[in-house]
DNA sequence: ATATTTTTTTAGGTTAATCTAAATTTATAT
DNA sequence: ATATAAATTTAGATTAACCTAAAAAAATAT
């Protein structure tokens, strides 16, 4: 049985490295869950012994297949609780990433399949990502970051960071959902900001900092 | 903040003490925490000192008011979660307690307020027991045990306990539910079971253990 | 190639929650 | 009233997760 802290290490592990594609630094890992780099070398240590990680020390680690497969059951909570939140609790997309982090880790795989059945077995959570199945399998949407996005091309907002409220709420203040149809009308060179276009109407200003946190359909 | 340990002794002591009425002993703390006697004695000079519970050593403990006040908010976000799971996510009430005792643990006073109105505010939980309202008010139904039924009387299954699922699945085998009623047709001296009639036409004998776990109306 | 900087690990502590064994206090029995 | 038993506390360890400071390895710059 994985303890809490363990599991938001396999967590955090899984996303620096893109869904397991690349070795993570023990710097990133402390960084992303504010903590030393002493207690991540601890830690690793301790997740290697389990087979959760691949660990040569001064070289980072890699998710194993074990730990890739823990991982996706708590991202795929995560995802679920937050659909349930906002589609049956009427939380805003700003107010549930708290929360699932807390109940991602109830342990009960009756209560998350029961709850995927209540849910319609959705396949993206309010934010626009994708949910796991069962078996760990994720089906993502092509997507590329609005920053990417060139000048004079239309796409769909299909998913924003999940972990910022005040990022969150801002995007709401600006009238940009999941769905929202956008073009790039201009890119300004010297703060890397970007003109859109949003709902074919409303004309709004977007900081580098904003497009580097909103994908648009590809 | 109370950690996820002080709000399991707080509420052990709290259930103890039958809602605060009397002192408790650190065994029998122990005993209803699986725990040992030198563990809850260093936890309750903890509790102590934030003024959760009165202790003198060698003497037991009285919950505070405020201790009370901790206790019943996570009672009330256990008996809610248990409500949600056997509602809504069809659980069987022999397999709510478990969950329900890592779910009272979450911590988000909008989760729990927007849960209650999503349930429609209920009063009781699948197994009869009161649920405290927000200021942990208590609103229960004057009931006594089966035991303490009288030959001849007739009365109503009111509540049962929630913490053994075999018990409960044995309750339900036998017919035995909320809202059952029932007539005490015999008490046998010898080992203390009762004949009873169920629904007006099933007879049933039960236990000594099983009319201790079993409350009906008064 | 060597010096400097950055990253990572190790060494040695701390805290919360637990344990066993021993000491102490309280309760019970004769 | 005293002896014995039971309940409780204290003493001293252990474990998980964390920390700071020092040491070691790797990366970078000249
Ligand atoms: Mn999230
Ligand atoms: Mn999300
Ligand atoms: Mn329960
Ligand atoms: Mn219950």
Chains 1, 2 share one sequence.
Not at 32 to 37: C, D, E, F, N, V
Not at 63 to 71: L, P, V
Not at 174 to 190: H, R, S, V, W
């Amino acid at each position: 049985m994985l303890s809490y802290t363990e599991e938001n290490y396999l967590k955090a592990i899984y996303h620096l490295s893109s869904g397991g594609e690349h070795e993570v630094s023990t710097n990133s890992i402390a960084e992303s869950l504010q903590t030393k780099a002493a207690s991540v070398s601890d830690m690793l240590k301790k997740l290697s012994v389990k087979e959760l990680v691949e660990y040569r020390r001064y070289k980072g680690v890699n998710i194993s297949e074990e730990g890739k497969k823990e991982a996706l059951k708590i991202i795929r909570k995560h995802r679920l609780w937050e659909v349930f939140l906002v589609n049956n609790l009427k939380f805003n997309w700003d107010e549930v990433h708290e929360v699932a982090e807390q109940l991602e880790h109830i342990k009960s795989p009756l209560l998350i399949k029961r709850l995927d059945e209540f849910l319609g077995y959705p396949s993206f959570d309010p934010h626009g990502d994708p949910i796991p199945d069962e078996y760990g399998v994720i089906k993502d949407k092509a997507k590329i970051l609005l920053k990417d996005l060139e000048e004079g091309n239309e796409a769909i907002v299909v998913a924003v960071s999940d972990d910022n409220p005040a990022f969150l709420q801002y995007c709401s203040k600006l009238g940009i959902k999941i769905g929202t149809p956008l073009k790039a009308i201009d890119k300004l060179e010297f703060d890397n900001s970007m003109q859109l276009l949003l709902d074919g109407d409303q004309k709004i200003n977007v900081s580098k900092e904003v497009s580097e946190n909103i994908w648009v359909t590809d």
